[in-house]
């Protein structure tokens, strides 16, 4: 199916995409997926081809067929974290700990509710063996939160944490979540949010793509809860973009530069990735390694320079994630392809079905 033809003339043509609201589309609560299929490579695959602006369906497992010997998946191999703690105020009324990142081996920055009740020197009790103490509030309207364990911090957030599904999941986190909410190459330990493009993978999918001579590099971004925050004001420019921190090895960077010299490409799975690669890569399209906290906020326009394919899900309305997929595909033609997943009952969100741009 053909993208609707626009005059590259017409004055309103250049503009869209410039805007907030022209990244509002209407999504039926019914389209936002509150448990993924199984097995995970059965969701479904909208395919977007930049050169013919044409749409087709496929599976994802069918993404084996479509990237080239010689070509390289960049996966980012973060690992969620039982970020979310839940427990009790000195009153006994109810509260909620979203552990964002570590400041050292006891404090961590976190958003906190009630906001408004849970002022520094407040204490959360968790368990009867750990609890929270608020230290802190940071220009970013956050907190600075100390954890108090008898024994190691870590293992009390194993135990007593849960799984941070997103907030359009209308339901409490289960056994199922713990490692469905992950990808199968998770590594290292440090999101509060998975990198859901790469929920898709299978082992299986994974050994298939190997064998068809697909090349694999690990990058790492951890994910914030900033990802799901909304752009407030209708000029993007205006919006204060979360940090996350990333990291490239030069061993990814060197094979990366490696594929972009004999002619491949590099396909990015997720936004995430692409965020970390377009932090990485030069304007020479040079690939350096790097370990820092990135800010970068792709949207339309932006020459990218760390990607050439891109694989993702489907994100929320008049989010920096939607306004990344249209500055890589083109704002026409991302609109087109969400205005015809929520026709054609595509599943949307973390737990949703996918989309490839070539």
Known sequence: MDVPHH??????????????SDYDYPLPDERIAQRPVEPRDRSRLLVVDRATGTLSHRTFRDIAELIPSGDALVLNTTRVFRARLLGT??????????????VDAQHYEAMIHPGG???????????????????????RHTRIVRLHATGDVSAAIEKYGHIPLPPYIDRPDDVGDASRYQTVYAAQSGSVAAPTAGLHFTPQLLSALDA????????????????FRPVQDDDPSLHVMHEEWCEVSESAASAMNAVRARGSALWAVGTTSVRTLETATDSARVVHATQRDTNIFLRPPYV????????????LPKSTLIMLVA???????????YETAVREHYRFYSYGDAMVVL
């Open 89 to 102: 105020r000195e009153s006994g009324g109810p509260a909620e700990i979203l552990l964002l990142r570590p």
């Open 327 to 337: 500055a890589f595909a083109g704002y026409d033609l991302t609109m087109h392809a």
């Open 117 to 139: 009740k849970l002022r520094p020197g407040r204490i959360v009790t968790i368990a009867p063996d750990f609890r929270v103490e608020i230290v802190e509030s940071t220009p």
């Open 212 to 227: 068809r001579g697909v090349e694999r590099i690990d990058v790492l971004l951890h994910v914030g809860a900033g990802t």
């Open 304 to 315: 990218f320079r760390g990607v050439d394919h891109l694989i993702t899900n489907f994100h």
């Open 7 to 20: 005059d590259p003339t017409d004055a309103t043509a250049a503009s869209r995409g410039r805007m907030t």
